[in-house]
């Protein structure tokens, strides 16, 4: 898993890098929690996320926002971090020109940065939000949600109680167009204490729904262009 520094808007800018065996494979973006909090790049969760896409074939980072680790800059309350977030999927689209889509994933802070960045990348295919924290962030800007994705919550979350998030998946279900997994898992915490390993079987779930969708989807419009 190689060190790779890139030039972000704020200075150069920490990540961790695996490059997929199979060519021209999809990307994904990891996003880590709350800077101000002790959020990095090796947040559990995070890295467990990470290591999902990696698993699953992808070409996958994480990185440390402005200020955190080895990045250069200062924390900038969310709109210097979404400009850093942009700038990883550039460098991983400038190394890989022809892959087909992208995923998003983040963590608490991570996942209100990440549904940010679906509203500015079309080629975003598909997210997972970890505990977004709704009560703390307005989520409004998701009118309307590009994609489709998955949100996990801890059940016993004292830091963004379920209420706050089952409400924001009720908003985006209400739009038209898109599916919202919403998975709960009632005794986990905010940091999933001894239920990681659950929540990382909801995104390989999810995740295995979507590709046999997908597949359907493609099937369909095979037999609709012989059909023609």
């Known amino acids: 898993m190689p060190e790779i ?3 972000g808007p704020a ?22 929690p709350h800077p101000e909090h002790g959020g990095t790049m090796n947040n559990k969760i995070t890295y467990m996320m990470f290591q999902a896409f990696v698993d699953r074939g992808f070409s996958v980072m994480r990185f440390n926002s402005r200020g955190v680790g080895r990045s250069q800059g200062m924390f900038d309350r969310g709109e210097g971090e979404l400009s850093d977030a942009a700038c990883a999927l550039d460098w991983m689209q400038d190394l890989n020109p022809n892959a087909p889509y992208t995923w998003i994933g983040g ?65 985006l279900r209400a739009q038209k167009g898109i599916a919202i997994d919403y998975r709960i898992l009632p005794q986990a915490n905010h ?23 997908g597949r359907e989807i493609a099937a369909d419009k095979k037999q609709l262009k012989k059909a023609a």
């Open 5 to 7: 520094i890139f030039n």
């Open 11 to 32: 200075g150069r800018l920490e990540a961790r890098y695996t490059h997929s065996k199979t060519p021209n494979a999809p990307l994904a973006l990891m996003l880590h």
């Open 107 to 171: 963590f608490q802070f991570g996942a209100w940065i990440g549904m940010q960045l679906l509203m500015r990348r079309p080629e975003i295919a598909g997210f997972i939000s970890v505990a977004p924290p709704a009560n703390l962030y307005d989520f409004s800007f998701l009118a309307p949600c590009p994609s489709s994705g998955l949100i996990v919550q801890g059940g016993k979350d004292d830091v963004v109680p379920e209420p706050s998030v089952l409400d924001l998946v009720e908003k």
């Open 191 to 213: 940091f999933f204490h001894d239920h990681i390993d659950s929540m990382i079987a909801c995104m390989h779930d999810h995740m295995n729904n979507a590709e046999q969708g």
